[in-house]
């Protein structure tokens, strides 16, 4: 009799059908940056603190369009407000996580921005984090399932 122990898969388990998606057992979703304390660091001309603030807490799975645009049109702002001579030591100073973040918090600002400057803004924005992390950044903001 032929052997027939390699038959030990279940093949309905591999139905796309059935995918299993780890990000789905998130406790809650965060409901995005403190609005208020990035005014303050803002105001205070700290915009590597208001960056850094913004980063930390995107509203990624969450299911309210109106507050991820909210959240994005915030960043976008701290974005502006930097120099462009800034932009380059700030990225370098990224986490790989952080990197990824703020290049979803780019692509979602390009979508909902209309005004020209701010558009370019965020194209140098774009060119120092893929100078900084590489094609990969892009990719993994493409392929990410979890959205701003």
């Known amino acids: 009799m032929p052997d027939t122990s390699y038959r030990t898969y279940n093949v309905d388990d591999y139905d796309p059908a059935q995918f299993y998606d780890h990000h789905e057992n998130q406790e809650t979703p965060n409901s995005g940056p403190d609005e208020v304390q990035v005014r303050q660091f803002m105001e205070s001309n700290n915009l590597e603190d208001a960056l850094?603030?913004?980063?930390?807490?995107?509203?990624?799975?969450?299911?309210?369009?109106?507050?991820?645009?909210?959240?994005?049109?915030?960043?976008?702002?701290?974005?502006?407000?930097?120099?462009s001579v800034e932009i380059e030591e700030m990225v370098r100073k990224l986490e790989l996580e952080d990197g990824d973040i703020?290049?979803?918090?780019?692509?979602?600002?390009?979508?909902?921005?209309?005004?020209?400057?701010?558009c370019q803004t965020l194209l140098t924005w774009h060119s120092h984090i893929v100078e900084r992390f590489g094609h990969g950044s892009i990719i993994r903001v493409f392929s990410g399932r979890l959205r701003l």
């Open 52 to 83: 850094k603030s913004v980063i930390l807490s995107p509203p990624l799975g969450h299911a309210e369009q109106d507050l991820k645009e909210r959240c994005t049109n915030l960043v976008v702002l701290v974005l502006h407000s930097f120099k």
């Open 102 to 118: 703020l290049m979803k918090y780019v692509y979602k600002g390009m979508q909902l921005s209309s005004d020209s400057a701010m």
